[in-house]
């Protein structure tokens, strides 16, 4: 990795800032999932182990829109993160060996990327670590503005270790080589497909944004959701995947129903039949589930970011949790990125099976599609 990692730098009776990702499900003050701070706790295990003499650790969670709002405090997040690490940690205040800030998105300052509140945060510490991939894309004062405060820049274990299969892929992946994108929007991931059209042998898309490409071609979409300002740049994605003699696969067939709902009456229909009248796709139908297997069947290389359906509803989850297990067949190297797809690899049972789950969502997408992520441009290099 080209970027300065904390085990580069001396920590011993260092005051460490490190930027986490504790951005979790929140709800009445319960933590929904708490995969995020776990995936923290080498980083902040390495630095107490190296005899750093705070840990200051500082994260953003929902929307507050740049005012303290009780819902919105990390306080929560805290005692989870004591309970983890079998000793306490402040919510705010100094004094003990792990020290959590308050959520930093409580000040307008820290969306802003304001120099003055990245001085303040970087008058804590002598040492600055950013862990928090999930907001690397951002150019936040405690993600970007602050690197230009403390001399050094690095990446914690967590943001190396995502920045090592991530630029892997892109780089030197192991062929064939298969994208899977889902999800409802190609709006979402356009960079991503345009960007993946020039690495992979094969692109798969499924979900809801397929009836944009189906509708592009002219083909009978019921109520399917569908963006009519994305028809053209659909049409593209075909045209240039069949100049570079890239397999773009789309379903053939599908699960209709007349509303979106766990009890609707369904049916399958081949894509394009006329029968679909004023129903909605909700899902892949079987001869897409062995379509879309026998393209996985003997890859090397996996990246996966959207479901296949609605699979929310276990009515409409046989695509998604089909593509789960294929994934997790696959004899190589699998990625797979985005709250919705990480859902269900976890929904499946197949989540030890797979290679890197990153926790970057819209990070991991930019990534993917070719951006330079504020985040770690602001690290040093080594």
């Known amino acids: 990795m080209p970027k300065l990692s904390i085990e580069d730098l001396d920590l011993s009776g260092k005051r460490v800032f490190i930027r986490v990702d504790f951005n979790v499900p929140l709800k009445d003050g319960v933590i929904g999932d708490d995969t995020r701070i776990r995936s923290t706790l080498p980083t902040i295990q390495y630095a107490l182990d190296k005899g750093a003499a705070a840990v200051i650790l500082a994260s953003h969670l929902g929307r507050p829109k740049g005012k303290p709002k009780p819902q919105f405090s990390l306080r929560p997040v805290a005692d989870r993160l004591s309970q983890l690490l079998g000793g306490p940690v402040r919510a705010t205040q100094a004094g003990s060996h792990v020290v959590l800030l308050e959520n930093l998105r409580f000040h307008p300052e820290e969306e802003k990327n304001d120099p003055a509140f990245a001085k303040s945060l970087a008058a804590l510490a002598d040492v600055y670590v950013n862990d928090a991939f999930g907001a690397a894309h951002r150019a936040h004062a405690s993600v970007e503005a602050i690197t230009h405060v403390l001399p050094r820049a690095a990446a914690g274990l967590l943001m190396e270790q995502e920045l090592r299969y991530l630029g892997h892929v892109l780089a030197a992946p192991e062929r064939p080589f298969v994208a899977i994108i889902g999800g409802a929007k190609v709006s979402d991931k356009l960079e991503v497909i345009e960007n993946m059209l020039g690495k992979v042998e094969r692109l798969i898309i499924g979900g809801a944004m397929a009836y944009t490409f189906f509708k592009s071609r002219g083909l009978p979409i019921g109520k399917s959701l569908v963006e009519d300002d994305k028809l053209d740049a659909a049409r593209k994605i075909e045209a240039d995947a069949a100049a570079k003699k890239i397999s773009l696969a789309l379903p ?131």
């Open 252 to 382: 053939v067939d599908h699960v209709v129903a007349d509303k979106l709902d766990a009890g609707a009456a369904t049916e399958i229909l081949k894509v394009g039949d006329a029968a679909i009248g004023d129903r909605l796709g909700l899902d892949i139908g079987p001869a897409t589930i062995a379509a879309f297997e026998a393209l996985l069947a003997d890859a090397r290389t996996v990246v996966w970011n959207g479901p296949m359906g609605v699979f929310e509803i276990d009515k409409f989850a046989a695509g998604t949790n089909a593509v789960a297990k294929a994934v997790a067949n696959v004899k190589g190297t699998t990625i797979i990125g985005g709250g919705d797809s990480i859902a269900a690899i976890k929904k499946a049972g197949m989540a030890d099976r797979i290679t890197h789950i990153s926790t970057g969502g819209g990070a991991s997408l930019e990534f993917l599609g070719g951006r330079t992520l504020p985040g770690v441009a602001a690290l040093s290099d080594k």
